[in-house]
């Protein structure tokens, strides 16, 4: 028999659509908190709290409803509004800081790309742009000059970095066997980024722990004597948030 407490919950989710902010709006952090003290935890504690407020809906009724998605995503997409347009301002600040840091000859083009790529962790176009105008130099200058380096990368990379080691010790310890299955689990080759911007996989030629072979590093943390089912699980673990 249908609960009290599901039947009201029906009722209310039928007055949904002349009611589509709800009341649930006010439940999250109100966009007016980061006007005046923004950062990038603001961001976090906006995204943060919509997840939340999803998780305590199914865990007190056991299923998440159309209605109950969708009046969360309005929620956040209005406490969102003002943030990318800030979001971007402080962008070009930060990269006209990194850019006038360095004194104005072409001989510090490198040096400034490699700080501009530290810091946004690849050269997008309009960077690429700010940087050729800075120092005088034609656009493709820069491009021809970023391009000779394999350092350098010109999409913006995945939550988490995925690079596997291609050296002599771990290809002779079944290290082409990892990347073969990193590539199908991800359904990604080396040098993509997955549709949901989770993983960038990566291969390079050593990574100073031939010991380990084979060996993968997750992010920061180095993984060694692999096998290809526990790297498996050890993508899943990171993809659900797992350390």
Same mark, same amino acid.
């Given at each position: ?18 009611n ?25 504690? %906006?995204?943060e ?5 999803l ?10 409803? @159309? ?6 995503? %309005?929620?956040?997409n ?12 402080i ?7 990194? %850019?006038?840091? @360095? ?41 021809s ?6 350092q ?15 050296? &002599?010790?771990?290809?002779?310890k ?14 990604? @080759?080396?040098?993509?980024? &997955?549709?949901?911007?989770?993983? &960038? ?20 943390e ?22």
């Amino acid at each position: 028999m249908e609960s009290q407490k599901t039947k009201n919950r029906k009722e209310s989710e039928e007055d949904f659509d002349d009611n589509p902010t709800g009341s649930m709006s006010t439940v999250l952090v109100d966009k007016e908190e980061i006007d005046d003290h923004f950062d990038y935890e603001a961001i976090d504690g %906006i995204i943060e709290s919509s997840g939340r407020i999803l998780k305590e809906i199914q865990n007190k009724y056991n299923y998440l409803s @159309k209605n109950d998605i969708k009046q969360v995503t %309005i929620s956040l997409n209005e406490a969102l509004s003002d943030v990318f347009p800030i979001l971007e301002e402080i962008d070009e600040r930060i990269l006209e800081g990194i %850019i006038f840091a @360095k004194e104005r000859k072409a001989t510090n083009l490198i040096p400034i790309l490699q700080a501009v790529q530290e810091h946004f962790d690849y050269l997008s176009k309009m960077t690429m742009k700010r940087i050729s105008e800075y120092l005088d130099l034609s656009l493709n200058e820069v491009y021809s000059v970023a391009t000779f380096y394999t350092q350098f990368k010109y999409e913006k990379p995945g939550e988490h970095q995925i690079t596997l080691c291609s050296g &002599t010790a771990c290809f002779v310890k079944g290290g082409n066997i990892l990347l073969d299955a990193a590539e199908k689990h991800l359904n990604i @080759k080396s040098g993509e980024t &997955t549709e949901d911007r989770m993983f &960038t996989l990566e291969t390079v030629s050593c990574m100073g722990c031939c010991a380990l072979a084979p060996a993968v590093m997750i992010d920061d943390e180095i993984h060694g004597h692999l096998k290809p089912s526990k790297l498996i699980k050890l993508l899943q673990k990171t993809r659900k948030g797992g350390s």
